[in-house]
Structures are given as structure tokens and as C-alpha cells.
Nanobody
Framework: QVQLVESGGGLVQAGGSLRLSCAAS????????MAWFLQPPGKERELVAA????????YYADSVKGRFTISRDNAKNTVYLQMNSLKPEDTAVYYC????????????????WGQGTQVTVSS
């Protein structure tokens, strides 16, 4: 069992930066592929970025390539999402998610979820 707690969301102006953190409980964090999803109001969750259990493989949605960076520190049981050059359309609740071993691109494949953190980008 893994519990995930996100932090780092907030209000930022367009062009600004935020770093989201997701702290995981449990001793098997290093066995989990981790991902960040966003969910705009009234819409489905969308994959933003994902990282393999070792950190050796990453995936990014086209909309965030070159602006966002996902990373993890297995010693700290934490995964990060560095978000730069933020745009108003990045506004959403961001969720951390985990599943054993391999990463996946659809939300239904993930077994564990955090409570979400709000990111609001003003124009």
C-alpha cells in the first residue's frame, strides 16, 4: 500500500514557475512508476508526465514538453514536477499517481492517487 501526498500548488502569473512535490509512504516506492495528471474543471484527467521506477525513462505530454520536468528521489520517497513558463491553460488540479513498475499513459492503469493540489496561472 502506498499513500501519496502532493504539495507545492498555488497561484502564479503566466510565465512563472512552480515545483510540485509528491511524498509517498511505504518502503516500496522505488518499485513504482509515478506520474502527474491534471484535471481541468469539468474534464477528464490527462497525463502530464510520468517517470519509471528507476528514473531512467520519462514521458511528457506534448503540451508540456520543454517546459515541465519530472524527477524522483527514491531515497526521499518523493517525485517532483518542475513547471516553468506556465500558461493560463495549465490551470488545473494536479494529481500524483503510482503503479508498480512500468509507467502507463492512461489514468485507469494507476492504483494509487494523491488528493490533488490546485495550480492556478493568471494571465
Amino acid at each position: 500500500q502506498v499513500q501519496l501526498v502532493e504539495s507545492g500548488g498555488g497561484l502564479v502569473q503566466a510565465g512563472g514557475s512552480l515545483r510540485l512535490s509528491c511524498a509517498a509512504s511505504g518502503r516500496t516506492f522505488s518499485s513504482y512508476g509515478m506520474a502527474w495528471f491534471l484535471q481541468p474543471p469539468g474534464k477528464e484527467r490527462e497525463l502530464v508526465a510520468a517517470i519509471s521506477w528507476s528514473g531512467g525513462s520519462t514521458y511528457y505530454a506534448d503540451s508540456v514538453k520543454g517546459r515541465f520536468t519530472i524527477s524522483r528521489d527514491n531515497a526521499k520517497n518523493t517525485v517532483y514536477l518542475q513547471m516553468n513558463s506556465l500558461k493560463p491553460e495549465d490551470t488545473a488540479v494536479y494529481y500524483c499517481a503510482g503503479r508498480l513498475w512500468a509507467i502507463a499513459t492512461i489514468s485507469q492503469k494507476y492504483d494509487y492517487w494523491g488528493q490533488g493540489t490546485q495550480v492556478t496561472v493568471s494571465s
